[in-house]
């Protein structure tokens, strides 16, 4: 099984291109369990609101061989010892994602356990990290919509009406997430502190104020 990528138009990886990610892990510690999948969709930023663009999308199943079978966390992702076994050589796997991604900025739901799985392997692969920044949507959500009290993925889902067609899926997880991004960005822009990336970052990092 090969990683694969595809770009639609040449425009330069930059603030006008952000990238929705979700992974898929072995468990539920970052600092421990294995990368599994990684799925990311890109949104163009110009006038007006974000769009997503799935023609500007990238999925892998990493592989791992003779990995520790733990079918409740299997069934859960659907990622089986024969996905994990036919999937991409980490080292490739991770080069051409960094190589898609370029320089955009990434955003994801939760995006602390993302990002510590996805920096650990690059480290043990590739001997580096991805330097791109990374927000989480989670916090700019707590952010303009104080009136939803619900912390998780699905909470926020079911709170502004955003389907997924198959949960704890990473290509379906991430798209949810791109367009619980779209449903927020009205209350984006209520906010008055500009449409950029620098200010999602700066309404992300309003949350570490705000009572918990």
Do not use: Y
Request: glycine share 8%.
């Amino acid at each position: 099984m090969m990683g694969w990528f595809s770009r639609r138009g040449a425009a330069a990886a930059d603030e006008g291109r952000w990238v929705v990610l979700d992974v898929e892990s072995s468990g539920l510690d970052a600092s421990r369990d294995r990368l599994l999948a990684i799925a990311a969709i890109a949104l163009r930023r110009g006038a007006g609101a974000p769009r997503i663009t799935l023609g500007d999308s990238f999925e892998v199943v990493l592989r791992h061989e003779a990995a520790p079978v733990d079918k409740a966390n299997i069934l859960l992702h659907g990622i089986g010892v024969g996905a994990q076994g036919q999937g991409v050589e980490a080292a490739q796997a991770l080069a051409e994602f960094e190589r898609w991604v370029g320089v955009s900025p990434l955003i994801g739901f939760h995006v602390a356990f993302d990002e510590t799985l996805i920096q650990r392997a690059m480290r043990t692969a590739l001997g580096r990290r991805l330097a791109n920044p990374w927000i989480d949507l989670a916090d700019v959500a707590q952010v303009v919509r104080p009136d939803v009290s619900g912390r998780s993925l699905d909470d926020w889902m079911a709170a502004l009406g955003v389907q997924c067609a198959v949960r704890h899926q990473a290509a379906a997880d991430t798209l949810a997430t791109a367009e619980l991004l779209l449903k927020l960005w009205p209350k984006v822009l209520d906010q008055r502190a500009g449409d950029d990336w620098h200010a999602l970052s700066r309404l992300a990092a309003q949350r570490r104020w705000l009572p918990r």
